[in-house]
């Protein structure tokens, strides 16, 4: 690590946050193990209103993990989760780490050709899937072949008792019970895992760099690569956050697991830090306010982390309903630039703060954040976090670093950043430098003090609620449908934060354009999240020289007229 005197943005964090940090020298199975064993019957889980303590979680990832065992996973077999938030995904994800196998999550509104590439790729033969999902996944072509498909019944982890200890409402109540599960036919019940026993603690475990997770993630080639991240990595990244918020205490805090965790910023946010902190994880398969406010009620959440829409949408709900948010002391957005207007309303609603993180999933996520002080820059993405370093280079020769202030990439560099991508020996040797330098694709200015703000993004992805979109993955869909000749996609800017997804296509001759059909065939095609808001038709799209497209010309020809 490079003296402290090359890290200036040091002296402007939180009193109590040090420069460094203690390295793990254990896998993330072992930091679980000891939090099963000192929390005990302090609560782990809450999933509508039903608590899980440690010693019943740790006692359900052992059965777990033997079951699984059983079906033949040994150490480096992949297993896929394709889960929402619920107490399973949980189980599922330490049982996994137990064995030494690797996690491989996925998002379970994904349609079957978006898991089809995944699935190919990582060659996992035994997935954990949310019945709901199921469906997708027995549709995989017949050249994906898997061994077995474990279904989770979401309703297996609800309440005993025919009234939630949350007080919902009736037809809210059914609604979500409704809408959380659905028999999934050809599958092995999550329940059947955890009737064989405890796993024998003397089966062997996991090495600190042994690999943890691939976590796919949207590439601008249009093919989502998957990012290898170790024990090592992601336990690194829970200790990064645990020294960056040192008034955290030990199972004291409630986490509010919004954020899905199959997404790298709820997996360390909720899995890691979460456990690490032996805090209570409150789970909610998806976002509503209605929910969230009604487990305040009983259970007040101390740390949030969100996007910037759902901050907006619970502040206003509370306000509504007068409910107070003002347990909530250690609130992060990330995943897409934080409003000041949003910041200023949630500040105001729990008189806490709400501060801005920057990462990516190849950095596990986080690699900076603004402090919880107030030394923070609101509109910048904070300092580099504790044992991370960065650099700002030319965007042309990323080996020249740009003067102080002037635009350039951002690298960065930390025993957080990942250690390459699955099957992928190119696009790795594309972004890691030698000694260790992953490159961003994010331009950015860096003041004296070592905030930092982005300013243009060299990469071409569009962010939407929290979520990356390719371009060039929406763009192969569009041109599928009849009458498309050509098609480019690229993001506007919203006002609440982050990006719509517009298309704009070139019609063959004789060819009308029908705005609905076209995103019909999309929805089919991709998650809701990457179907375009708005689809432009356009005489003739711009193009290079070499007959590349030219989105941001596009945009520029494109956006007036929205």
Known sequence: MEHVDQQPWVEHYQPGVPAEIELPTEPLSAMFERSVAEA????????????????????????????????????????????????????????????????????????????????????????????????????????????HVVSVNLLDAFPRIKALALKLPLKKLRASRDALSTPAPDSLPFTGLLTHGRIDAAHPRPGVHDLAAIQYTSGTTGLPKGVMLSHFNLYSNALQGEAWMPGAREREEVLYAILPMFHVFGMTLYLTFGIRKQGMLVLFPKFDPDLILAAMKKSPGTIFSAVPPIYERTAAAAAQQGVSLRSAKYCISGAMNLPRHVAEQWEAATGGMLVEGYGMTESSPISMGNPFHATRRPGTIGLPFPSTLMRVVDLDDPATEVPRGEPGELLVKGPQVF???????????????????????????????????????????????????????????????????????????????????????????????????????????????????????????????????????????????L
């Open 40 to 147: 005990g019957a302090a609560p782990a889980l809450e999933f509508f209103g039903r608590r899980t303590s440690y010693s019943e979680l740790g006692e359900q990832v052992d059965r777990a993990a033997e079951g699984l065992r059983r079906l033949g996973v040994g150490a480096g077999d992949r297993v896929a989760l394709v889960l929402p938030n619920c107490p399973q995904h949980v189980i599922a994800f330490y049982a996994v780490l137990r064995l030494g196998a690797v996690v491989v999550e996925h998002n379970p509104l994904y349609t079957t050709r978006e898991l089809a590439h995944q699935f190919r790729d990582h060659q996992a033969r035994i997935v954990i899937v949310w019945d709901k999902a199921a469906a997708a996944l027995l549709a995989l072509p017949a050249d994906i072949q898997l061994d």
């Open 419 to 561: 250690t390459g991508y699955w099957n992928n020996p190119g696009e790795t040797a594309k972004a890691l430098l030698p000694g260790g330098w992953l490159r961003t694709g994010d331009v950015v200015t860096v003041d004296e003090a070592g905030f930092t703000t982005i300013v243009d993004r060299a990469k071409d992805l569009i962010i939407t609620g929290g979520f990356n979109v390719s371009p060039t993955e929406v763009e192969a869909v569009l041109r599928s449908f009849p009458g498309i000749g050509d098609a480019a996609v690229f993001g506007r800017q919203l006002e609440g934060g982050g990006e719509m997804v517009v298309a704009a296509v070139e019609l063959e001759d004789g060819t009308v354009l029908d705005e609905k059909l076209l995103r019909d065939h999309c929805r089919v095609q991709l998650a809701a999240y990457k179907v375009p808001k708005r689809i432009v038709a356009v005489d003739k799209l711009p193009r290079s020289l070499l007959g590349k497209i030219l989105r941001k010309a596009v945009r520029e020809q494109v956006l007036p007229g």
